[in-house]
């Protein structure tokens, strides 16, 4: 969850998509938030065996059944949550370590680089390995991500150690909503 999302206002958001999402799913929601989107991962039980219908047999084909059989439900409780919250709402299905995004917000981000950190991603553009700037930086991000995952999530882990301190610092410090 993103760090500058106050901790009541991400429990809230969490609970609401919990008390949103049917019975007869069966499943959990793992919400994740940032600025602009709210991820929702409906994490499902496995299959029984034998279970097979339409889409076939297996994590993919009880994926792939669940996103077509919970399309409507889904867009409706997105269009209740982005009107309540302000934000995109995304969605995705986990059954056991198989995870497929339906979908997911692409958000621009501006930044600037200088002429060596615009080669790199050139370089990457040029090698084939992205079509465009935005898809090479996406790419490194991921890569930073991937190979340094415990690093960054130890930062997060601080950052929440932070928030908890700023928290209870005096109210004259704080910023105005």
Request: neutral net charge; proline residues 5%.
């Amino acid at each position: 969850m993103a760090s500058s999302e106050p901790a009541g206002a991400r429990e809230e958001l969490a609970a609401w998509f919990a008390a949103q999402l049917p019975a007869d799913w069966g499943a959990e929601a793992v919400v994740e938030v940032d600025a602009e989107e709210v991820l929702v991962t409906v994490v499902l039980s496995a299959a029984p065996a034998g279970s097979a219908h339409s889409f076939g047999d297996g994590d993919q084909a009880r994926l792939a059944w669940f996103r077509a059989q919970t399309r409507d439900e889904r867009m409706a409780i997105a269009a209740a949550a982005e009107t309540r919250f302000g934000r995109k709402v995304s969605w995705a299905a986990a059954i056991g370590g198989c995870r497929v995004a339906f979908t997911t917000a692409t958000v621009p981000v501006m930044t600037r680089l200088r002429m060596p950190e615009r080669r790199v991603l050139d370089t990457l553009i040029d090698a084939g390995v992205a079509r465009t700037r935005s898809e090479a930086l996406a790419w490194c991000v991921r890569l930073v991500g991937e190979h340094e995952g415990e690093w960054i999530g130890e930062l997060r882990e601080a950052l929440k150690a932070v928030e908890q301190v700023r928290a209870r610092g005096p109210v004259a410090r704080r910023p105005r909503p």
